[in-house]
């Protein structure tokens, strides 16, 4: 009685299975990683060799203008530079992110302004004024709208300074007799602190000692 289960033939039954050529079949767990790792190589070098773009800055506010001797606050809030103003050298003050300008009525016709210098909430502004025929620092107190004035002794006139980010002593690079010396002056008696938040502030009365 025939069967009626189907069998190869012995030829079909021992034919070997042709993989194309060049091509390995990936077998084990190891050669499935080899394939893996080969892909994403290819993938990496095809991005390394894309150009990087450039991307643009964002705007800050602060206009296209020429800048001199930038002075920021210790805040990073504020930001002090000068600028040519018809004709003249004149401090600008801003607010950084925005470019608010904030005036500053007391320095008005007083170029050629120079040295500007910030406390750390950007309340002093210290900088190198024209008085008359002489050079004078002053300090703009913004809080109380007052401006100081720091009188030297005879024969010294201030060329640059830096003001401590407390307020609390300035250092001044000055002229005299032809020759340029250093001099540290202490403002505690005169300013109150202008400290970042959370410290203590103390301060206030006339005088300026060395």
Avoid: K
């Avoid at 504020?78 to 925005?98: D, F, K, M, N």
């Avoid at 050629?112 to 406390?119: A, G, K, Q, R, Y």
């Avoid at 006139?157 to 020759?179: K, R």
């Avoid at 505690?188 to 203590?200: A, C, H, I, N």
């Amino acid at each position: 009685m025939p069967s009626s289960a189907l069998s190869l033939p012995p030829a079909a039954a021992a034919a070997p299975v042709v993989q194309p050529r060049g091509i390995t079949a990936p077998g084990s767990t190891t050669e499935r990683l080899l394939v893996t790792a080969c892909a994403l190589a290819v993938g990496l070098s095809g991005c390394a060799l894309m150009p990087l773009r450039r991307q643009p800055a964002a705007p800050t506010g602060l206009g296209a203008e020429s800048r001199q001797q930038p002075a920021l606050s210790g805040d990073g809030r504020w930001l002090a530079s000068l600028v040519e103003r018809a004709g003249r050298t004149t401090v600008l003050l801003q607010e950084r992110r925005s470019g608010r300008v904030v005036p500053l009525r007391h320095l008005r016709n007083r170029q050629p302004h120079s040295s500007p210098s910030l406390s750390w909430n950007g309340r002093y502004l210290a900088l190198v004024v024209q008085q008359g025929g002489r050079r004078q620092a002053v300090i703009e107190d913004r809080a109380t709208g007052r401006q100081i004035p720091l009188f030297l002794p005879a024969g010294q006139e201030p060329q640059q300074l830096s003001l401590a980010p407390d307020g609390q002593s300035i250092a001044l690079e000055l002229i005299q007799s032809g020759s340029q010396r250093l001099q540290l002056f202490s403002l505690s008696g005169m300013l109150e602190p202008d400290r970042p938040p959370g410290f203590r502030d103390s301060g206030g009365g006339p005088g300026l000692q060395p």
